[in-house]
């Protein structure tokens, strides 16, 4: 607990003295302490140059914070929040402390210089650093590491953006992807910690400032759901878009890596240049979209101008976060769709602020697969609890059709092309990285669908695996049984209970012959029994079977080789 505080009380302070970073060069840079509340219009320092500063302002900014990146932290490249996910899942939660120092310095060089980036992800790479440090420093267990990361990820999220709440629940759901009662106590007393500090620096007021919106008939209901499933088209096609423009930069580039930004520059400075309110971050736009002040055809401008430019950002070496583009992208997208709404439906649709609302909320979740965070994280920056149900039902819709659509997140899929998977094994472990189809045993006789339970209890006793496949009358595969759900229907014994074990049959989680051991281990140790069906990919039919007993000496076989 004291060091969650600890490390809480360091977030905040981080938090303060990032945004104080991005104000000073935002002004060094552009003239204005945020450009793109006065888009167009020129720089104070260097008047004779018009809107054209634009063209170098990225350029000088790269050539200060590439060879930093380059020198001293490489991970601090890129919008960050994966490289915590990673350092927690593979890597005991240990994040040099150097990322701290360099990530504050290079994402504020960025964003001031017209970086196209959010503050999310730096803040979250940033706090999470001090915790893994103060978590080295009192040499406290792997767990307890981990937790401290945790700790100054949702300290980061709670101080910069006013949302103690959205801190906690986006470092649970998305940096441990658990929820415990020690992980909430401690994330919560590190959240609570920074917004005190983030707050005595910044005040109180919610972080967008918008009127009231309610919903005034039943059939918005109806647009909100659409809203939701058509955000998660965005927010899917903005992380394959800005992985595509990556791509796209790492096949043109040929140079020194600490030069990239700066070449870059000149192109992101073009973008600018058309399109001024991309510079930087980018809340006064959103706000201004929010209120309806622009028409159908520039919001949609906008939406793409966003997804290019902060696509760029990142493409060309930038240091940002997606969280905040994610926001301005749904803004735009909800606002367009409010407006063609409001004209389709004019005396049913309701308030245009509404739908952009609701759009921040599911082209994040689409993007980033995190409801939870998504609905509290809204709800503190805008403090507008009135349109909660739509914006609820907008997020579940867009993260269920998001997960249709990708098997990955906007932060997964960066580890994915890296050839991680936060669930395998660690890249170059020996251990959990063998395929199952190597370590599995005989698939033990299945079960007829079609027998008694208290046949197959007795089966299940001498069995010795607790768990036993079953299959119908044609020999189809219809899932496993278990010695206990068997107990359970025997000694209740109610009118309509099951009598066969067909009844009770259930499709466990899914163990495929060539998936690593490594992740295959999470499945097997949640599972009732002591071991579960191993499958074929493409028919799911049963091929093997996994135990903890042949788990155990697969890795025991590895380490003693390691040895």
């Excluded at 470092?171 to 992807?177: D, N, P």
């Excluded at 219809?478 to 309509?496: H, K």
Aim: with cysteine; aromatic share 8%; net charge neutral.
């Amino acid at each position: 607990m004291a060091l969650a505080v600890v490390v809480g009380a360091g977030a905040g302070a981080g938090s303060v003295v990032f945004r104080w970073c991005i104000k000073t060069f935002t002004r060094l840079f552009s003239g204005h302490a945020d450009y793109a509340a006065a888009p167009g219009a020129s720089n104070p320092h260097v008047p004779w140059l018009g809107p054209y500063f634009v063209l170098l302002a990225p350029v000088a900014g790269g050539l200060l914070y590439g060879p930093l990146v380059n020198r001293f932290a490489k991970e601090a490249r890129g919008h960050g929040v994966p490289e915590v996910m990673l350092a927690v899942a593979q890597r005991g939660g240990r994040i040099s402390p150097k990322v701290a120092v360099v990530k504050t310095l290079a994402s504020a060089l960025c964003i001031g210089s017209g970086g196209s980036v959010g503050r999310e992800g730096p803040i979250v790479q940033i706090g999470s650093a001090l915790g893994s440090t103060l978590g080295r420093r009192t040499k406290v267990t792997e767990g307890r590491m981990k937790l401290l990361v945790a700790c100054g990820a949702a300290g980061g999220i709670a101080a910069t953006f006013n949302a103690p709440l959205a801190g906690v629940f986006f470092a649970m759901e998305l940096i441990l992807g658990t929820f415990t009662a020690e992980a909430f106590g401690a994330t919560v007393l590190a959240s609570v910690t920074a917004s005190v500090i983030g707050r005595a620096a910044f005040g109180d007021a919610a972080f967008l400032s918008l009127p009231d919106f309610h919903v005034d008939h039943l059939a918005q209901y109806g647009l909100f759901a659409a809203l939701g499933v058509g955000a998660a088209v965005v927010g899917v096609g903005f992380s394959r878009f800005l992985y595509l423009i990556e791509d796209a930069c790492d096949w043109v580039w040929r140079g020194p890596e600490w030069l990239r930004p700066a070449v870059g520059g000149l192109a992101l400075g073009l973008v600018l240049l058309a399109l001024p309110e991309m510079y930087g971050v980018g809340y006064p736009v959103l706000q201004k979209a929010t209120e309806g002040h622009y028409a159908v055809g520039f919001l949609l401008l906008l939406l793409a101008g966003k997804m290019l430019a902060t696509s760029l950002t990142i493409g060309i070496g930038g240091s940002g976060g997606v969280f905040a583009p994610s926001l301005f992208i749904g803004a735009m997208l909800g606002s367009a769709y409010g407006i063609g709404v409001h004209h389709l439906l004019p005396h049913s649709a309701g308030a245009v602020g509404a739908y952009a609302l609701v759009g921040m909320g599911a082209v994040f979740a689409g993007a980033a697969r995190a409801p939870i965070t998504a609905v509290v994280i809204l709800f503190e920056l805008t403090g507008e609890y009135s349109i909660i149900l739509p914006l609820m039902l907008a997020i579940v819709l867009a993260t269920a059709t998001s997960r249709l659509l990708s098997h990955d997140t906007i932060y997964t899929l960066k580890l994915r092309r890296r050839g991680i998977e936060l669930e395998g094994p660690a890249s170059g472990a020996r251990l959990g990285g063998q395929r199952v189809a190597d370590v599995m045993e005989p698939l033990p006789s299945a079960l007829p669908a079609s027998i008694e339970l208290g046949d197959a209890a007795d089966l299940l006793r001498f069995s010795g695996h607790g768990a036993l496949p079953v299959r119908d009358a044609s020999g189809r595969y219809l899932g496993m049984v278990t010695a206990q759900s068997v107990a359970e229907a025997l000694a209740e014994q109610p009118d309509g209970a099951p009598t066969q074990v067909g009844e009770l049959a259930e499709p466990p989680a899914s163990v495929t012959a060539d998936e690593p051991l490594a992740t295959a281990l999470h499945h097997l140790v949640s599972a009732s029994g002591t071991g579960v069906p191993v499958l074929e990919r493409e028919k799911g039919e049963p091929v093997g079977w996994l135990s903890h007993q042949s788990a155990l000496r697969a890795l025991h076989s590895a380490a003693s080789a390691t040895a």
